[in-house]
């Protein structure tokens, strides 16, 4: 179960959190979670290229252990970078000493002041500890999700995005196949419409 487009009133509760970008002007804020994946996240670089866009990436420390030269390609290429954790934990899950030591672990191989927690949890007595901007979204593009086609994930993305939107995208195996599908097609739309996509 999850909200594509994140509600008014849970902005409201976790107000300290970043949800969305001001909206004076038409510009949306892509993100992709997972990476660097050795084939998912050069696609998403050769695609975002073609259409003059930035965006941010949030990637795992082993995935940048593993990947360098691709995590070096997103900051040449002037894309912006975000923690995502050393190893994709769940903050409701993890006792805080030991997530806190993980994020730590990750910010010797993502040097970014920016965060976003895995599956978007995380305790507030954890989030009161990081020295970081917890970046959230408002638009949630399911490409993550098998139940769903990747006809559904660009048309949730197309309904649901407006200026100042923040949308997740996953630049990993599981999500490649909607992302593939969704991500042109998406780019390709908001241009022709006068939007920019802007990083972070």
């Not at 909607?178 to 920019?196: E, R, V």
């Amino acid at each position: 179960m999850y909200l594509v487009k994140t509600p008014w009133w849970l902005r409201l509760v976790y107000s300290g959190y970043t949800w969305r970008m001001p909206s004076t002007d038409k510009a949306i804020y892509l993100t992709f979670d997972d990476g660097p994946h050795e084939t998912a996240t050069p696609f998403v670089l050769d695609t975002l290229q073609a259409y003059q866009a930035k965006a941010s990436f949030f990637c795992i420390g082993k995935n940048v252990q593993a990947h360098p030269e691709l995590y070096q390609r997103i900051l040449a290429e002037g894309h912006r970078v975000g923690n995502h954790t050393q190893n994709h934990l769940n903050g409701w899950h993890t006792p805080n000493d030991m997530y806190l030591a993980n994020i730590q672990e990750a910010s010797a191989y993502i040097n970014s002041q920016l965060f976003r927690p895995p599956y978007g949890r995380i305790k507030r007595s954890q989030a009161k500890q990081l020295p970081y901007q917890i970046i959230m979204w408002d638009v949630l593009s399911g490409d993550f999700d098998p139940l769903i086609t990747p006809e559904a994930c660009l048309a949730y993305c197309i309904k649901h995005t407006e200026a100042g939107s923040i949308v997740v995208f996953h630049d990993s195996a599981k999500a490649f196949s909607k992302l593939q599908f969704a991500l042109p097609k998406m780019l390709d739309y908001f241009s022709k419409q006068g939007f920019q996509f802007k990083a972070l």
